[in-house]
């Protein structure tokens, strides 16, 4: 009889214990992995509210869209210095909002790229300061909407990372409404670089945006668009000692531009003096058609390769309302060889040459 009951009870524990593990089981069924990672967590309905367990990140949303939120976050390297950035993001809406000071990368070690994320929007009234080998921020569309965001490039010191080093490249669509927005590299960095870099259309509204490039001994271009560059409002003051614009069209309305570099252009190498052959393409290179109706553009050549090139290159500008001054035309604007070329809301001024 004793037996039997104890039989029972063990039957009574057992089911008692089913149930448990059933109801963990319908629980586990309502968790949630997020396509995020951060410093190689991935990022789930567990720990979102505090990824790395120090109360610096954490994650609202779902795996559509959310706000991931860096409030104080240090994160100078971490074990998975192969992947492929700090904070990985293919949901397809992705928000960063900057709370107080943070850092990313700035360590010894830092994966080829700082963040990679497909639509990716940085907002907030912190900063960031963020390390990469090859890319800091890495976007299909990008939109900035305020924050201090400072990107680093550091020394690539290996194949993957060696050819090229970009403070932001976006493969879409790029739009800066407001913030601060500076572009550094290592003075031993010797890789291809630019600034900002979109593929297709890249639109200054606002915000402060500072790239310097004079350290480095890569061949670097400042702000680069292959579609249209559009600058509507902002303070920018970019460097290249290739070309400190490049763009396919180019169109002002408003904003201050101060862009200066070397009239620099890596045409090839030449295998029987095994030196690299450079040329000259002009300091701002617009490559079909150039706008100007609002602002003020400044730009100067700080050391001319080829004087016979125009520093400003433009195959059609247009200055709607305005009138050149010095006896220039606009029709032979983009044929006058300059080195310093002014635009503001009441004229064109053609400067004297910078040697």
Known sequence: MKKTIKKIVVL?????????????????????????W??????TTRNQTDILGDGTISYVGNDKSGILTLNGANIEEFSYTDAEAFIVSTIDDLTIN??????????????VNGISAYDLTIKGEGSLAIGARASCIKADTLIVESGNIDTYIKTAEDEIASFIGVGFWVQELFTINSGDISVHYAPEFTALSYGLYCVKDLTINGGNIE????????????????EKLTIAGGNIFVYG???????????????????????LFLQGFDPSTEQFVFGSDGVCRLVNKAEFSGGLFTLTAIERINPQVPTLYSKDITIDGMIVSGGESRESLAEKDISTYTYTDTCIRLEKEVN
């Not at 951060?38 to 990022?43: D, P, S």
């Not at 790239?211 to 292959?226: D, F, N, V």
């Open 241 to 263: 000692n290739d070309d400190a614009i490049n763009a396919k069209t180019f169109a002002m309305t408003g904003g201050t531009v101060n862009a200066s570099a070397i009239d």
């Open 38 to 43: 951060v410093a190689g967590v991935k990022v």
């Open 12 to 36: 009574i524990v057992a089911m008692l214990m089913l149930c448990t593990t059933f109801s963990c089981a319908k629980y586990d069924k309502n968790y949630t992995i997020y396509d995020l």
């Open 211 to 226: 790239i310097k490039q004079e350290e480095a001994t890569a061949l670097a271009i400042g702000i680069i668009s292959s």
């Open 98 to 111: 900057l709370v107080g000071e943070n850092k990313i990368g700035m360590g010894d070690k830092a994966p």
